[in-house]
């Protein structure tokens, strides 16, 4: 590593360190129903939806209420961006005149999976895909929707956690409506004109074709671009304009908007943990979720870093191995911009899998494999390492949970937290979660590599020739542990709500579509509902005062035990997949090996 790599490091998560009380306090106010410096415009805004839409705002859900209205909402949310990618023919803004042909149904329900549980996995190429107008009111406007809808389910379990002797969690068509009208519609507003300043493009125009130098037709796509950047980063979601996607000189021209974009994936989803504490009535309890979360990000992005620094140690040339010194000067570049280098690379790496963004300025498939298997390791983990906006502080908290119980087994009396009685459900709800994530990754994984599919059936397509194919393996390009890393990448992005990929796996398939889809729904859902039903449980209990023998959760071994049991109960159930995929192929790499 470099004195100018750890600065920049240094200097993006000192950054961030400033914004999290600021931003964090903010948004405890507006879900709190405090009054905000943007009241006199948002409010009446907000009060005209409220009564458009019969919703009364002093209404308090009970959890299987609160279930029922994320779940709707979904659900009418989904058939929606797929009707609208199946009819985009018919809609305006289409100057390129992409019809819902290019969107078959099967990539349909994927894509409209992917948006609406803010994983935005896109298994097509988006500007010969999709009509200006898909891409903002069928995916941008998914790209807020269900980033409040996340940051509305982690709002609720707080509530869960702080209420005492209570029956509601709050209401999700208020917390909904707060959380895009006075948190992600003005952030996305001011990082949309700042990426416009950068040379980020934002209009309406037609593609423009052109002639290269050596006489070739060259078209340049370019279209609202801005505006869904900006809350593809702040909201977590991930999905590019372009199939580049934050490697795009159009989605991420500068160095500067290379860090403005790694600080908005990150900030919503670290700021929470200070609104946690500000609910809490305690600070600290924040705190303390926030440094355990910063001491695995930084510690990640050491990692991923230095192994890209060293590179491959043994490269093929002509048949002859060469030293990494040779060919590799500077460290591994594939598949990285030489305008970021491998720090920022790295850095985007790791903020884009420790969040559930999945946004990309480099191919994690070019990495080495220890560097590629950080950000599949940060996804393992259960994506609380800041996480998604909302889904990483529940997720933290349910580890947290677990933290406590465990506690309470070591010193023989029932766990505490924040006065709550952590007891027989509660745990059976936070592993329940737990084991579910894990066995549908594992499960998938299997299915994705082994299955065979008869040529016939249609599940397999080969888009390149657009013939059918047998075996789902041979939709991956590299053989040996590499090709299985791919397969095992991509069900656990999908799990993980992540998005990202290892580009080597052709997952444009009716089968792959499928399944992919399915394990994103499953990751969403099947994690949110027993949470849910954990908060709706809390919420309940009374408060017990605090005693000699309550183990306290706003102090540093409180954050150590908290990583200790992510790292346990979380990553560790993955090692024996990792090593069949980027530990095995890290020996390979050292000893030369290509398969």
Known sequence: M?????????????????????IGG?????YAGERTFL???????????YHISGVN????MRWMNYLFAMLSFTIVGTLITYLLMRIQGFMPWNPQHFTGALVPPDLAFNTATSFATNTNWQSYIPEATLSYFTNMFALAGHNFMSAAA?????????????????????????????????????????FSLILVWQGVPQNFKPYVHDQTISGQTQTIPQGPVASQEAIKELGTNGGGFFNANSSHPYENPTPLSNFLEILAILVIAASLTYTFGKMAGNTRQGWAIFAAMSIMFLCGVVVCYHSEMEGNPNITRLGV?????????????????????????????????DTSCGAVNSMHDSYTPIGGMVPLLDILSGEVIF???????????????IAIFIAGLMVGRTPEYLGKKIEQYEVKMAMLAVLILAANILISTSIGANLKLSPENGWNRDNVNHQYIGATYKNVENAGPHGFTEILY?????????GSAFAGLDANTPFYNFTIGLAMLIGRFFMIIPLLALAGSLVKKRYTPPSLGTFPTDTATFAFLLIGVVVIVGALTFIPALALGPIVEQYHMILGKLV
């Open 321 to 353: 191995m060469q030293q990494a010194s040779a060919l590799q000067p500077g460290g591994n570049m594939e598949g990285k911009e030489v305008r970021f280098g491998i720090v920022n690379s790295a850095l985007f790496a790791t903020a884009t899998t």
């Open 490 to 498: 991509a069900y656990s992005s999908a799990t993980g709500n992540n």
């Open 387 to 401: 996480g998604g906006v909302g889904s990483g502080l529940y997720g933290m908290l349910m580890y947290a949970i």
């Open 57 to 60: 705002e002093n209404e308090d």
């Open 26 to 30: 903010y948004m405890a106010r507006v």
């Open 150 to 190: 996340g940051m509305a389910i982690a709002i609720a379990f707080i509530r869960g956690i702080v209420r005492h002797s209570a029956n509601g969690l709050g209401n999700f068509w208020v917390d909904m409506t707060r959380g895009i009208l006075y948190i992600l519609l003005p952030l996305s507003i001011i």
């Open 39 to 49: 009241d006199p415009i948002l409010r009446p805004v907000e009060k005209f939806l």
């Open 2 to 22: 470099t004195l100018n790599g750890v600065i920049q490091i240094l200097l993006l998560f000192g950054v961030l360190l400033a914004l999290v009380k600021p």
